[in-house]
Each structure stands twice: as C-alpha cells, then as structure tokens.
C-alpha cells in the first residue's frame, strides 16, 4: 500500500511536460520495435522536452545528454530512410562477438574513468554503475540508429541496471516504468530476429 502511494504521489507531481515525453518516450520504443520511421520524431520531442526540463532544474549533464539523444534522433531518421549503400534506408545486421567484446571493452574503460571522475569530484550516488548506464546508452543508440540487432540486448541490461539505481533513490514509478522497458527490450530483441530472417530470405 506504501508503494502505492508512493507511485501516485510521484504521478501527481509529474508536470503536463514530463508526462508528455514520458508517453513519446514509451511511443518511441513500440515504433522502433516495428521498425518504424516515427519512432525518430517521437524520440526527438520527447529527448528535447526532457533537454528543457533537466536544464531548468540545473541537471546540465542530463540536459547534455538528452541534446545528445535530439541530434541521434536526426541521425537515426536519415540512417532508416537515406542510410545504407543504395540510400533507401539500413537493413537489420548482426555484429559478431568479436566486434560487441572490443565496443564492451572501449565502453567499460570510458565509463570506468567517468566513474572516477565523478566520485573523486561530484557527490554523486553510484558513480560507476551511474556512468556505466549513461556511456553505454550513448553507444547502444548508435546502434540502434545502425539497426544493429543486438542493441537489445544492451538495453536490456542497462535498463535492468537502471532499476536498481532507482529503486535505491525510492524513485518508484521511474523504476515501474524501467521494468516495463527491459520487457519492451525483450519483445525488441524477438521482432528484430524475426524480420532480420524475414529479410534474409527475401
């Protein structure tokens, strides 16, 4: 009942702003798992209005890191509609093992120094798994904007990761709606597979 009522005190104090982007954020994942261009403008509103409210609230790191996801937005939308070498948009691809070892290994080295930095210089909580989450989410979403299968799989440890952080600053709905992420991931993962071997025969 507690966690109730900690989940709806959390949705009332959601502004109309927040509740919009959270609602293109979820809209975002459900058309990218369709393989649907317009998963891209609703990642590009929903990563611009979360750019706005992170800066008003003096979170400017977060705010650097939603322009970030507006600009793989573009990005992403001119790879699934202009990208590969015909220019009629990428296909989905697997990378091997080998290629996913070294971006793990160049990944996890970058979030390790941004770890330190941050625990030796911020009084941030869960510096490493923090910095962790936030470099490979980086890098995932360029995969995502390459249709790399495989993306899903990293977002489904990221999120699951996230869950944990929340839970520990009690952030009860943000970590429902992670939760719900990782399943979406999940689901990701199988459509993926089914229209990268769709594609094949074809």
């Known amino acids: 009942m507690e966690l109730l009522q900690t ?6 104090a959601m502004t109309l702003w927040e509740s919009l982007a959270v609602v293109l954020a979820l809209a975002y994942l459900l058309l990218a798992m369709k ?5 891209w403008p609703a990642a590009f509103v929903s990563s611009g209005i979360y750019m706005v409210i992170f800066w008003n609230v003096n979170l400017y790191m977060e705010a650097v890191l939603s322009l970030y ?11 699934w509609t202009r990208g590969g070498q015909q220019h009629h948009g990428v296909s989905i691809t697997s990378w091997p093992l080998k290629t996913h070892m070294s971006i793990i290994i160049v990944t996890g080295v970058i979030a390790l120094i941004v770890g330190y930095m941050m625990a030796n210089n911020t009084d941030a909580s869960f510096p490493y798994l923090d910095a962790a989450t936030t470099c490979f989410a980086i890098m995932t979403t360029y995969l995502v904007a390459k249709k790399i299968l495989e993306n899903w799989l990293y977002w489904i440890v990221i999120n699951s990761v996230s869950i944990y952080l929340y839970l520990n600053k009690e952030l009860m709905l943000t970590s ?3 939760v ?8 990701g993962y199988m459509q993926w597979q089914k229209s990268k071997t769709r ?3 074809a």
């Open 176 to 178: 429902a709606l992670f």
């Open 180 to 187: 719900l992420y990782v399943i979406l991931a999940f689901a």
């Open 199 to 201: 594609q094949a025969t």
């Open 35 to 39: 393989e649907s261009i317009w998963c």
């Open 7 to 12: 989940m709806f005190g959390e949705m009332q």
């Open 69 to 79: 996801y507006v600009a793989m937005a573009v990005y992403g939308y001119w790879m």
